[in-house]
């Protein structure tokens, strides 16, 4: 079984600061992990992915994100924060060793607000 | 890119009333299809995988009579909710599987539909 944890509902951050949000996994083999962000009323557009390889990976806005293994976590960064960056953020993984059609399983989502 | 158009973007309407919301892949073909449904200020929910041509895979706790399934082609499924009550009221999110395969996106969402039954 897989599963994602953001252990923050909602993150805060002033714009122009530096922004974090936090995930960790758990699959039983190798991970594909996913950063997806979510506007209201719309679906998920992906923002970035870990397969192989680096392990800080950039992705779509500025965001990246750092693979590590032995924490099992995939946090999302931002050097620094636009009030457009508010939204809900999704981390998602998929088990390489899954062959269940793609199936990603989501994180709890986080609410990142940028104030001015 | 691999575009999901989800079609209507919102309903609303009386109780007892079946509602379908369409899910369409429009420069690519997806023999596989996931919808999810998503609570207020909660994250998605797997409802059910459609593939083309064959039977829907309902996750636990999902009624395949209450909320029917069609994947009738390569690039079109629908998700019909039959006879709706208030409880079903909810932002409903399909999605595509990649066509190449899981080194891209492994899925590509439509931008979801907003069902208020009243």
């Known amino acids: 079984a897989q599963s994602v944890a953001q252990p923050e509902d909602q993150v805060n951050v002033a714009e122009g600061n530096p922004l974090t949000v936090k995930c960790t996994y758990s699959v039983s083999g190798n991970p594909y992990l996913f950063w997806y962000v979510q506007y209201p009323n719309r679906g998920l557009q992906f923002l970035l992915k870990?397969?192989?390889?680096?392990?800080l990976v950039k992705g779509s806005y500025g965001f990246e994100a750092e693979f590590n293994k032995s924490q099992t976590s995939f946090h999302l960064k931002k050097p620094s924060a636009l009030v457009s960056d508010s939204a809900l953020y999704f981390c998602a993984v998929r088990d390489m060793n899954n062959n269940a059609g793609n199936m990603l399983t989501f994180g709890g989502g986080t609410r990142l607000m940028v104030k001015p | 890119g691999a575009v999901v158009s989800q079609h209507p973007s919102r309903v609303i309407c009386k109780s007892g009333t079946s509602v379908k919301i369409e899910c369409r892949s429009l420069d690519f073909q997806a023999t596989t299809m996931f919808w999810y449904r998503q609570f207020p200020k909660q994250s998605l929910m797997l409802m059910a995988t459609s593939n083309e041509g064959s039977k829907a895979t309902y996750e636990q706790g999902v009624e395949k009579d209450k909320f029917l399934i069609n994947h009738a082609s390569l690039t079109l499924s629908t998700l019909t909710v039959t006879s709706a009550h208030p409880e079903d009221s909810s932002f409903y999110i399909c999605s595509a599987r990649d066509p190449w395969g899981v080194s891209n996106q492994p899925q590509h969402f439509g931008d979801g539909t907003r069902l208020s039954i009243l």
């Open positions: 870990y397969i192989t390889g680096d392990n």
